[in-house]
């Protein structure tokens, strides 16, 4: 895990340092170092710190209260083409890639000005629906 300072509206933000918790949190950190070097260089970074983007399509939560890290497979393709239809500015950039969520803590806002377009309130799959699922 990345976060554990929120903004002041209580949001997950980009621009708050990251401090990992963990050796897989803290190689996410370096892989935002290294893109920040390259595009230090010259060549355009994107570090999308992405949501669980699954197979199904489908927000997974671990309780029904927590599905707030779910990206749909047609918000990534959308993020991914403002990506490379847009100057980056600066060269480099950081944004969170989630879905929408009533109980949304990731801020989306960003300077390429994408903006998801699914919710998880209108795709969510139940806990009990979702291990059926995956004991086919």
Not at 29 to 51: D, H, Q, S, T, W
Not at 98 to 121: A, I
């Amino acid at each position: 895990n990345l976060y554990s300072n929120r903004n002041t509206q209580g949001k997950l933000s980009v621009d708050i340092p990251p401090i990992p918790d963990s050796p897989y949190g803290a190689a996410k950190v370096y892989m935002e170092a290294l893109g920040r070097f390259y595009a230090n260089k010259g060549l355009p970074a994107v570090c999308a710190r992405i949501g669980n983007l699954n197979a199904q399509d489908k927000p997974r939560p671990l309780s029904e209260e927590n599905p707030q890290r779910w990206l749909s497979k047609r918000d990534w393709i959308s993020l991914v083409e403002k990506c490379i239809q847009q100057d980056i500015p600066d060269n480099f950039v950081v944004l969170n890639a989630v879905s929408k969520n009533d109980k949304q803590v990731f801020d989306w806002s960003n300077p390429l000005g994408w903006e998801p377009q699914d919710k998880v309130e209108d795709n969510i799959v139940k806990q009990a629906d979702h291990f059926e699922e995956n004991l086919k």
